[in-house]
């Protein structure tokens, strides 16, 4: 191992000690004050706590200031979901998760949005190469691309069914309650995130690498699978996670499109039908049981999807190149 490379080791290594140390105080803290039932305490611990750090870092007032400013942000986000988490008995989650009807709602709520991921990624990919090349109209292909962020989801559903239900451009397709309309509402508000994250990417490559290519044999195929599409991998691959994610979350357009639906499980090696996409599925569990019951489902929901999140990271995002 040479000089360089030992000091990167060392300075990583000094890196994430100093990172879990923060990360295992500031959980000490947040369990301190939710015990005394003070969660407050913490979310003032967690502010000045970050300002301390930055001052005895060296950073200027106007780093201090930011830090302070950007951590209260931070915990605002966060604060959200350490007590959702915190707040749920271990007997209520161990019955939410033997619960079939969780299970099933769960299973949906990866599944649906993993098809709608893909074909987000698979028609957004091409139209981020047209944009990332450019065109004549392109700032209001863009804006019709970006659209889908600002309609109300209700309203997205409602388009959805209008668009491609009865009467829409697929008369022969049934739509509403099938999971063919869950794919196509979670789609069409997903896709913005694939499209504009794979068009960042195209737009990072050196087009005098795509040339050389060019100069050296290679067809307009053959650059983009060998040059092209590896440079871009790493923002095709973020885009495909936001949509997911992005999937997971929808619940407005999800509840008019595709309220329950029929779809194979595999623990049961049978279709089940009525299943709800978890959102749809809390909402309901809160209206008829309460704010426990739904908790718990919720808290399972965010633990499966912070899994996969952090299992994609490692298994791809720290590799480079080609997923």
Do not use: K
């Not at 001052?55 to 966060?78: D, H, K, N, Q």
């Not at 709608?116 to 028609?123: D, E, F, I, K, N």
């Not at 049934?174 to 499209?195: D, H, K, Y």
């Not at 991998?233 to 973020?238: D, P, V």
């Amino acid at each position: 191992m040479s000089t360089e490379s030992a000091r990167s080791t060392t300075v990583a290594f000094g890196t994430g000690t100093s990172v879990l140390a923060v990360v295992t105080v500031q959980l000490l803290a947040f369990s301190i004050s939710f015990s005394v039932g003070r969660p407050e305490l913490y979310a003032v611990f967690a502010v000045l706590s970050a300002g301390g750090l930055a001052l005895v870092g060296g950073r200027s007032t106007f780093g201090i200031l930011s830090t302070t400013l950007g951590t209260v942000l931070l915990v605002a986000l966060a604060l959200p979901l350490l007590m959702l988490v915190a707040r749920q008995s271990p007997a209520s989650l161990l019955n939410s998760a033997t619960d079939p009807s969780v299970q099933r709602a769960l299973f949906l709520s990866v599944y649906a949005p993993l098809l709608s991921a893909m074909a987000a990624v698979t028609l957004g990919v091409p139209l981020a190469i047209v944009l990332a090349r450019g065109f004549p109209g392109q700032p209001l292909v863009e804006s019709l691309v970006d659209l889908p962020l600002v309609v109300p989801h209700s309203v997205a559903g409602l388009a959805v069914l209008f668009a491609f239900g009865r009467g829409g451009i697929l008369p022969r397709t049934r739509v509403l309650g099938t999971l063919f309309g869950m794919v196509l509402a979670m789609t069409f508000v997903s896709a913005p995130f694939a499209v504009n994250a794979a068009r960042e990417g195209f737009e990072r490559v050196d087009s005098r690498v795509e040339r050389a290519a060019r100069t050296l044999g290679a067809d307009e195929w053959e650059t983009f699978r060998r040059v092209t599409a590896p440079l871009a991998a790493r923002s095709i691959l973020t885009g495909g996670v936001l949509a997911w994610g992005r999937a997971v979350s929808e619940f407005g357009a999800v509840a008019i499109v595709a309220y329950g639906v029929s779809v194979f499980y595999p623990p049961a090696m049978e279709r089940v039908s009525g299943v709800q996409h978890a959102p749809v599925f809390i909402y309901n569990t809160f209206l008829s049981s309460g704010l426990e019951a739904s908790g718990s489902v919720a808290t399972l929901l965010l633990v499966l999807c912070v899994g996969i999140f952090l299992l994609v990271r490692s298994l791809a995002y720290d590799r480079g190149g080609w997923p």
